[in-house]
């Protein structure tokens, strides 16, 4: 018996900010599963600033979307036919065909998740891929060491508010940028950071002077441009900057303005270090052990915006996340 | 019997390009030593350009210079008189009391070099400070592993030229970047480059593309601007860069541009590492036995730039340096 359900296929390549006409929503069957395959009828899934990146049709660290093929990425959903060991139906998996209702999964790219521990949606979240990215770029790329001062961009993000809260629970003075009043009240109120700024009141370079007097020590950076800037002018000598995304220039169709001032890397010892996090999956036990235990005890606040109406609405919500319109991890709920 | 000579003091910042007039020649008289101090008649002098920023009043890692006083920076010189234990008249030492004929330095601040082994002006370059942040950018800050095809810009100067021999005699691939047709000429003949190119014929991006089709693992930044970003554009995955300078930058008046590809430096893992040599003196005697012996083998060319004139013709031999007039270590002759 196979299953129809609908998809959203990448019409075109966004030129600039994506337009709903890159999309398109498409009927498709799934045929049964064949063995090792399981067939899942998806609940939640993702939206991530690194996916317009796969819009485009060019070589980075992971393969471009095909043209007039589903989309795909982090989704959650309920197993409903399964040819492979260790799967049953109604088993809840992780796995990486979003946007769209039905999936048909190879069993090494699924991994069973327990909704009475957490909602769905977290796996997806926290206690998922920006969670470990928030936990690995702060501790290990960074190497957040006793008495560092933290500034993180994007920090009312699915990443950035994670990194701002393990750094505040390790006892850190902590710094985040966002793009809205409500964003930084959010930070400051329920996030306990010890200062915030909404980008638009100036130039990041003085916003942060203004809120990190004596310097930072460690920059995680999701945004670049001239919050990198900001970063290496207020850097103490020695400070290690973690490379994980640059939403700044994803929509840009000129190459954007980078940092005036990198020179003072020079002086001041900087080590700047990019880096993705499928190359550190083996630091996953760590983290959930740490992290989940934070969520399990309610001392991380993890924010989500979900948008309702059903796969249809993953464009949308899509286009809305890299304008900023998330407070949190954004997911579409496919299903109940 | 006080020593009677000439210096060079700062006699206004320069903005932008040094001017003559940025310098003023001063007769000065030198009291006799002090118990635990010597007196010195410089032989040679070093300009460096780093020394640019001194200029300027700036915080730095290092004070900057001050208005009416002698400019300072690596020298060797005779000892005409001391009161310091261990040093004796016509010991020679090198020093960081430049810019002056007769120089008063504690005794702690000079170190004794045979002339023997090695001209005076070797310990200015090769054997001193430039060749030791050739040696340590490459092996400790980039990280030198067996198999990394290497870029150095500046490759013709004091430190780049040195960048490149190291890595050609530990069996390298090397491209070089210089500013004319003549030091091209001398990275492929005399020193053994695998590739160099003009930085006037083209953008670096696209003339580094052609130099290293196959891309780089370690880039040695002397440089900065548009040549860190041919650098990240050409970079391999997990590719490291030791930020050494960014002589573009040093004579703007405004802020330069920034490389505008900053955002691959995530999905290609890259770590930019700012370092100054003064924190890796421990790395002296491995640099010493090493490179010491390359040069006394013949194996390393270390040519120099040396201006005849005394230490009157200081100003314009640093002005000249700044332009790119040199190829090699520049020195100033102040006396024979």
């Known amino acids: 018996m196979p299953y129809s359900g609908r998809e ?25 599963p064949q063995d090792g395959e399981i067939v899942v009828r998806n609940l939640v899934m993702s939206v991530d ?27 959650v959903g309920e197993v409903v036919a399964s040819r492979a060991e260790g799967f049953a139906e109604g088993d809840v998996v ?17 991994v069973k998740v327990d909704t009475q521990l957490a909602p769905a949606s977290r796996y997806l979240g926290v206690l998922g891929m920006p969670g470990l990215t928030a936990y690995v770029g702060l501790l290990d790329v960074a190497g957040l060491r006793d008495g560092d001062v933290v500034f993180v961009s994007g920090a009312a993000g699915a990443v950035g508010s994670i990194v701002g809260q393990i750094a505040k629970l390790r006892g850190h003075t902590v710094i985040g940028s966002a793009g809205s009043p409500e964003k930084v009240a959010h930070l400051k109120d329920d996030l306990g950071f010890d200062a915030a700024f909404d980008y638009h009141d100036g130039h990041p370079v003085k916003l942060l002077r203004e809120a990190a007097p004596d310097g930072i020590d460690v920059y995680f950076d999701n945004v670049g441009g001239d919050h990198l800037e900001a970063a290496i002018d207020s850097a ?12 700044s220039a994803y929509n840009a169709t000129e190459p954007p303005p980078g940092p005036r001032n990198m020179f003072l890397c020079v002086g001041k010892r900087l080590r700047l270090q990019g880096f993705i996090v ?30 309702e109406g059903g796969v249809e609405a993953a464009p949308q919500a899509f286009i809305d996340l890299l304008r900023g319109a998330n407070t949190g991890k954004m997911v579409v709920q496919i299903a109940s």
């Open 278 to 307: 499928s190359d550190h999956f083996d630091r996953q036990p760590a983290f959930v052990e740490e992290v989940g235990a934070w969520l399990r005890d309610g001392k991380i606040v993890a924010r989500e915006t979900v948008v």
């Open 49 to 75: 600033p690194y996916m317009r990146g796969r819009m485009n049709d060019a070589k980075s660290y992971v393969p471009p979307f095909k043209l007039d093929e589903a989309l795909g990425g982090g989704a």
């Open 236 to 247: 103490k000598n020695g400070a290690r900057f973690a490379l994980c995304g640059a939403i």
């Open 8 to 32: 959203i296929h990448l019409a075109a390549r966004p030129k600039g900010e994506p337009q709903l006409t890159d999309f398109r929503l498409v009927e498709a069957d799934v045929a049964d």
């Open 94 to 110: 992780l796995h990486d065909r979003g946007w769209r209702e039905y999936a048909k999964v190879p069993a090494q790219y699924a």
